[in-house]
């Protein structure tokens, strides 16, 4: 007489990965990744420098933190202005600064796909103003120079989407763009939504996934 069998070993080798299931054996994993920026802020070209780091549950979800600032000068004509109505003799223009950082939430789509998708999403909150330079006494006794700052705070969403390639088994690459979305400023010489924007970004993740 011949019997068949379901192979119960094959069964148990094909792992099903899934989130707060319970019965099933749940991966961690964690990353930390320099990224990079391309953004027009105040009608120019600007480059925020980054990083970003997190915990992974069974390769599908990372929780973490991320941060940004601007790295590449930034003039504002339009507080200079506000500085000159004010009776403020300033050396040079006005330069204008940001950061930003928060919460990091990333989904990912197709993880077993050695190029997939990831929707990183960071909710936080920021500072912004200006630095600017204005001379204390007549140039012709000495040159001693006063700084100048004036900022805000502001909040932050940013949600986005990125191409992955896993270049190694702990490394990645990928590119994407982003909405930065912050609420309304409140500084002279610059308008209520300066900050909101796309971006442009880059990320090498070093890690286990």
Request: aromatic share 10%.
């Amino acid at each position: 007489m011949t019997l068949h069998a379901q192979d119960t070993a094959n069964v148990r080798n094909e792992r099903m990965y899934t989130l707060f299931a319970s019965g099933q054996h749940t991966v961690h994993g964690g990353w930390g990744a320099p990224a990079a920026a391309a953004t027009r802020i105040l009608d120019q070209d600007a480059m925020l420098a980054g990083i970003k780091a997190g915990w992974i549950i069974d390769h599908r979800l990372t929780f973490g933190i991320a941060g940004y600032g601007l790295v590449t000068d930034v003039k504002s004509p339009g507080y200079d202005a506000y500085l000159a109505d004010e009776g403020i003799l300033t050396e040079g223009p006005s330069l204008f600064r940001m950061g930003y950082g928060g919460l990091f939430l990333e989904p990912v789509i197709a993880y077993r796909s050695p190029v997939h998708i990831s929707l990183p999403i960071i909710v936080g909150a920021g500072g912004c103003g200006h630095q600017y330079t204005t001379r204390t006494r007549p140039v012709h006794e000495q040159d001693r120079f006063r700084y100048g700052t004036d900022g805000t705070a502001f909040f932050v969403a940013e949600p986005g989407i990125d191409l992955e390639l896993n270049v190694l088994r702990i490394l990645r690459f990928g590119v994407g763009a982003s909405y930065r979305y912050a609420t309304d400023l409140d500084l002279e010489g610059v308008p209520d939504d300066a900050l909101r924007g796309l971006n442009l970004t880059a990320s090498l993740k070093v890690g286990v996934f």
